[in-house]
């Protein structure tokens, strides 16, 4: 993958679904879930990180796991290295809005 683009583009969709999308609302859960998973899923930790109050970590992770079609949990180390392609590559390896 990391000599193609191309290639890079279709793992990373087809690892985060729904949250592949390059737009605000795609960018908030993936940046919220990469914080999350970062803080060791913590809420708290993951509130005071991102300066929020914790109900609303909860909330957009419930959504993300929604658009990733699993748990969090599950295919973590994917989704944790997706996450971070998205993070560095962005809309080169993102779907397109709309």
Known sequence: ??????????????????????????ATLRDTLRVFLHENGSFKATAERLVLHKNTVQY????????????VGENRLNVELALLASQWLGAA?????G
């Open 1 to 26: 993958m990391s000599g193609s683009i191309d290639l890079a583009r279709v793992w990373v969709i087809e690892t985060l679904g729904g949250l592949a999308s390059d737009d605000g609302h795609g």
């Open 93 to 97: 390896v993102l779907r397109p809005p």
């Open 60 to 71: 957009r992770i419930r959504k993300a796991e929604e658009s990733l079609g699993h748990p």
